[in-house]
């Protein structure tokens, strides 16, 4: 039988990881934690990320300054995340899910999301590289 | 010395081509030319495509009637790219690019792309597996 020197993980577990990986995301931009969201990214100058309706900011220094404004003002957001779907090539993964937002007990809007992940080299945790949400119009 | 027996080519190998493979795809969506569109997408169920203000669209599929239905229609988009950023990691990548829409002379609205690119194992290419186009709102 051949040794098999670098066994490939379960796709199921490396799955199951950037899915929680992305849960912690959307759980730190809920509870308006910084530190939360910081240990989520992983930081470095090749991370960017768009707001709804913003311009790309890139570098970890601009994406931080950006959650620090949006927790700081007054659009405290809650959202129920439908539609996830993950995929997972190698140490890279992303992420399409829908960030439906509560207005009160209603949705008052949608957010499509597409969040990029690599496997860090030394951690070997899933740490987010690129965020990119943008709302999607109403129907007709 | 060593033998290097899996030498890693150097990163500006790499990321010339995905800034090639990243031009063939505004290429063939500028000339409306879906058999050029369908050279530059991995034809699988994992892909996945936001138009601005649209949802996620899934699977090869679904993105390739997209462009079908979009080619066919009135508009034929034209821009300028800026800012364009490529980075690459192993057989991963990723752009962050400006899509400046073109109104005769003018610019007449700005629209922000991320876009993912695998390395396909048989060919060597890059190949795009997700596309997010969003809208940037005019600055106050």
Not at 66 to 87: C, K, M, N, R, Y
């Amino acid at each position: 039988m051949p040794r098999i020197s670098s066994p490939t993980p379960r796709p199921s577990d490396d799955e199951a990881a950037v899915a929680a990986a992305n849960a912690a995301f959307y759980a730190a931009f809920e509870a308006r934690d910084l530190d939360g969201m910081s240990a989520v990214w992983e930081h470095s100058d090749r991370v960017s990320c768009v707001h709804p309706g913003w311009h790309v900011l890139r570098g970890w220094g601009a994406v931080a300054g950006s959650w620090f404004a949006l927790f700081g003002g007054p659009q405290h957001l809650q959202f129920i995340l439908t539609d996830e779907v993950v995929s997972v090539a190698g140490d890279t993964a992303w992420v399409t899910v829908d960030e439906n937002l509560l207005d009160g007990d209603t949705v008052g809007g949608t957010v499509t999301a597409l969040n990029v992940f690599l496997r860090d080299a030394v951690s070997e945790t899933w740490k987010l590289v690129a965020h990119h949400g943008s709302p999607v119009a109403q129907r007709q």
